[in-house]
Nanobody
Framework: QVQLVESGGGLVQPGGSLRLSCAAS????????MGWYRQAPGKERELVAT???????NLATSVKGRFTISRDNTKNMVYLQMNSLKPEDTAVYFC?????????????WGQGTQVTVSS
């Protein structure tokens, strides 16, 4: 089991910045990737960005050039730096992690943190 706790959401004006943080605990030695998804009202949850233990990143086209994902393996943390925020970035952002043990993949989610971009 892995527990994830997000922080850093809030209200920001268009063009502003926010930094989300996610702390992992529990069976962290099994983690192979971490990342962020988001879900806007009335829409499906979508991938924002992921990063592997080795540092390979994957970002959604809609956030490339504006968002940066990073992680600190020593602290079991993953971060999402969001710049040039747009109203369409408004959503609940969920931390996500993938673990592997004995060839079996498991996925865990945080409780979510609200990001609202509005003037």
């Amino acid at each position: 089991q892995v527990q994830l706790v997000e922080s850093g959401g809030g209200l920001v004006q268009p063009g502003g910045s926010l930094r989300l943080s996610c702390a992992a605990s529990g069976s962290i030695f099994k983690i192979t990737a971490m990342g962020w998804y988001r879900q806007a009202p009335g829409k499906e949850r979508e991938l924002v960005a992921t990063i592997t233990t080795g540092g390979t990143t994957n970002l959604a086209t809609s956030v490339k050039g504006r968002f940066t994902i990073s992680r600190d393996n020593t602290k079991n943390m993953v971060y999402l730096q969001m710049n040039s925020l747009k109203p369409e970035d408004t959503a609940v952002y969920f931390c996500w992690t993938q673990t592997v043990a004995a060839g079996i993949f498991n996925y865990y989610w945080g409780q979510g943190t609200q990001v609202t971009v509005s003037s």
